[in-house]
């Protein structure tokens, strides 16, 4: 027990390393990069601390070269399932009766073995695996991931130290208990740094963790293991498996100790797990919680005061970094007639400058989307927009899948603000613009508001403040991130908390307090000093 009220180390932001060419780091990292292309890596579920290993391997290819073999991973069945969450009851009662500060210490000290001697191998292994450039590698899965383990740490010291005020005679305190039973995470391809929180935030409150990352992500997914391991992290509180989605949704979901969901992906992939949720309700011991952040239509809108070059550089920025695979890229851009000509050319002359390719080499701004179902997504967009009377591909539209899975940055202008790549995610380095009349402004908004089912991310860009807080009030519900002459990427936690509503997810706001919330259940204490010992109140004489 301890014996002291501990302060935790202040969480201050991880300095992002530039990586300029030529330098040290930036040779460390590629060094690094080619070592780990070299190898072949055998990548285990981790179940109850240990390595499983089966007769089903399936092997790893890199979306930069799919012809490469990286090595392979050991596909599991629903014995696995079994066996992880057996694993994870089985560690409960030992991980919930140890002390805060002790939890706190495991992830203070994942976080400095990352900003330390795992930084190059974390953010090789992501560039590898999920064709990140050096500069959103290291933004993501050192920078991000550290931010959540340091800031999450904070935190939860705060939420502890919140407490009810006590009357004479009374002491009243408030104890944040983890959930009762286990929870499971379901982790995206896109973001190491997600993959690494959604399991270990729910850890940190003192939660045991069946973790199934995406199949995409698997060989960054290792690292963050080994990494949990070194920093102490007790077997059986977080098990990774890799077995078939949906077999292992409804085998998890069934599960009477089934607590709480920790999901990031797909929007119909979420909703199909919050139906078998609802299905089961009559057998859990306690109502699961939901969190679940599943994707956008992100949004870009432009007054006819906004700043040119500011405009076009956040669109080629929001949109194509990272291939446009974020939940919160600029997808759809809506500018006034009178500015387009200007954003237009802005943008391609910029974008004319983009390198296409591999991230061993650094200079290549824009790598392969994550697979081959990735890539003929994008090109029917493409195709489909090159064949429309309501879409003309402007900049861009080529792609190669020769080598790897690369669609080069391209920007569609849709004639028709309802044309299919201004409504549907497409998850790419596709931009579509919608060219409006100045004098539409109000009317503009009202279409941004009502165009898509998704409310994640969206800008306003405008030097006019009247536009800025019309378009303010406007978009209220249309974004849970909303940016004033900015990108709607980019959030960092502590400073942006992230998440939205409406189809986007329950705006649960990783990066905050907010979502530590949801994986503690609240105990009330009252202590009464000197208690009563005659039933009669004054009023009764």
Not at 117 to 123: A, C
Not at 279 to 307: C, L, Q, W
Not at 448 to 462: D, Q, R
Request: contains cysteine.
């Amino acid at each position: 027990m301890s014996k002291a009220i501990s302060q935790v180390p202040i969480a201050i932001n991880e300095p992002v390393k530039a990586y300029a060419k030529g330098s040290n780091e930036a040779e460390a990292l590629i060094a690094t990069y080619k070592e780990m292309w070299g190898k072949q890596v055998e990548v285990p579920m981790i179940i109850g601390g240990k390595e499983v290993k089966t007769d089903n391997k399936v092997e790893i290819n890199s979306p930069q070269d799919h012809h490469h073999n990286l090595g392979f991973y050991h596909k599991g069945d629903m014995s696995h399932v079994d066996d992880a969450i057996n694993a994870a009851l089985v560690a409960k009662a030992k991980w919930n009766a140890l002390g805060w500060e002790q939890r706190a210490s495991i992830f203070l000290k994942a976080a400095d073995l990352i900003a330390g001697p795992y930084r190059n191998k974390l953010n090789a292994a992501t560039m590898i695996g999920q064709s990140k450039n050096v500069h959103q590698a290291e933004i993501d899965s050192a920078c991000e991931f550290i931010d959540f383990l340091r800031f999450n740490v904070e935190f939860m010291t705060e939420m502890y130290s919140e407490q009810p005020v006590s009357d004479n005679g009374i002491w009243n305190r408030v104890e944040y208990r983890p959930l009762e039973g286990f929870c499971f995470a379901v982790t995206p391809f896109n973001f190491t740094a997600i993959s690494g929180n959604l399991p270990s935030c729910m850890a940190m409150m003192g939660n045991v963790v069946v973790w199934k990352p995406s199949d995409k992500q698997i060989y960054s997914a290792k690292v963050i293991m080994e990494v949990f391991k070194e920093a102490g992290l007790p077997d059986g509180v977080i098990n990774m498996i890799f077995t078939d989605g949906k077999e292992t949704a409804e085998k998890v979901l069934a599960h009477p100790d089934f607590a709480g969901l920790h999901f990031t992906g797909s929007t119909k992939v979420f909703q199909g797990m919050w139906k078998m949720i609802g299905d089961n309700i009559h057998n859990y011991k306690s109502y699961p919680r939901i969190v679940g952040e599943t994707g956008g239509k992100d949004f870009v809108m432009v007054h006819p005061s906004a700043d040119i070059k500011a405009v076009a550089t956040a669109l080629v920025r929001g949109a194509f970094e990272y291939q446009g695979q974020k939940c919160s890229a600029a997808s759809r851009a809506y500018v006034p007639k009178s500015l387009w000509n200007e954003v237009k050319a802005s943008m391609e002359s910029q974008i004319n400058t983009i390198k296409v390719g591999s991230p061993e080499d650094p200079s290549n701004f824009v790598n392969a989307v994550i697979d081959q179902n990735s890539f003929e997504k994008c090109k029917g967009y493409i195709e489909r927009a090159k064949a429309s009377a309501d879409a003309e591909v402007i900049i861009g539209g080529q792609y190669d899948d020769s080598k790897g899975w690369f669609v080069h940055p391209t920007v569609i202008e849709a004639k028709n603000p309802q044309y299919e790549s201004m409504i549907e995610e497409i998850f790419g380095p596709i931009l579509t613009v919608y060219v409006y009349e100045d004098e539409k402004w109000a009317e503009t908004l009202k279409l941004v508001n009502e165009t898509s089912p998704y409310s994640l991310t969206g800008s306003i860009f405008a030097q006019c403040r009247y536009a800025i807080d019309e378009a303010y009030k406007a978009l209220e519900n249309a974004s849970g991130n909303f940016y004033i002459n900015d990108k709607p990427t980019g959030a960092v936690v502590g400073q942006q908390p992230f998440g939205g509503s409406r189809a986007s997810g329950t705006n649960d706001k990783a990066g905050s307090k907010m979502n530590l919330l949801r994986w503690v259940s609240v105990r009330s204490i009252k202590e009464t000093f000197v208690p009563p010992t005659d039933y009669k109140y004054p009023y009764l004489g």
